[in-house]
């Protein structure tokens, strides 16, 4: 009796510890913040930017590609690799919500004469420590206010996901004159970004690229909302 009383009193003791201690593992597990590298992801399209993006045919360029590097860092790190990565990003979240992206080369083909519900081409800036981003229409655009809306949409819906500020002083005859403005059928809006600098926004656009591309995606998303 003397042996077995103690035990039969620790008993319940540890059991209940235990509970306590799995229970506390389990609610860990699942407020734990959401992490992609190491950084919380932010939330995912609304229902409504979902419903807004189903169905619809969106044309990504990703910039450079196939074509040339772009902007080439001390470091080796490329344009072209980070666009790449960035438009591939924003096609799985907008596939993910229903829509049906193209993704097109700098000098794809198929940018003769296309039809889609909006085109974006996307670039990155260079290795310079500077940080912001810009979008514009052509400055042609056969549709000035449909086009204009898409930019505004973009912008801000990228600048608030990303909270990167807005650098459109900088906006080149590079970007208003883009060579695949003109190619596209007049029916499709369309835009071009250059989504942050390689050397100011390495961290976003490389470790943290869910984020530009949910802005992205949100821009669109507003887009179509009617
Ligand atoms: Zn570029």
Not at 121 to 135: A, E, L, T
Not at 138 to 150: G, K
Not at 175 to 183: D, E, T, V
Request: proline share 8%; hydrophobic share 40%.
């Amino acid at each position: 009796m003397g042996l077995w009383t103690p035990w039969r009193w620790r008993f319940p003791r540890r059991f209940v510890l235990l509970l306590v201690v799995v229970f506390l593992i389990y609610v860990g597990y699942h407020l734990r913040p959401a992490t992609q590298g190491g950084v919380p992801t932010p939330p995912p399209l609304s229902a409504e930017e979902q419903a807004a993006l189903r169905g619809r045919e969106i044309a990504l360029l990703s910039g450079h590609w196939g074509f040339d590097p772009g902007a080439v860092c001390d470091d080796g790190l490329s344009e072209v690799r980070v666009n790449r990565r960035l438009t591939q990003t924003t096609a799985q979240i907008l596939r993910d919500a229903g829509a049906h992206p193209l993704l097109l080369k700098e000098y794809d083909p198929r940018l003769r004469g296309l039809r889609a519900d909006a085109f974006l081409s996307i670039h990155s800036d260079s290795c310079i420590s500077r940080s912001g981003f810009k979008i514009a229409r052509w400055a042609r655009s056969p549709h000035p206010q449909r086009d204009d809306r898409l930019v505004r949409c973009l912008r801000y819906n990228y600048w608030v996901t990303t909270g990167l500020p807005v650098d459109e002083a900088l906006v080149t005859d590079d970007m208003r004159f883009y060579h695949a403005f003109s190619l596209l059928d007049p029916s499709t809006p369309a835009a071009i970004i250059e989504a942050g600098y390689l050397g100011g926004d390495r961290d976003l656009l490389t470790r943290r690229v869910h984020l530009p591309a949910l802005g992205i995606a949100r821009g669109l998303a507003c887009f179509f909302q009617p």
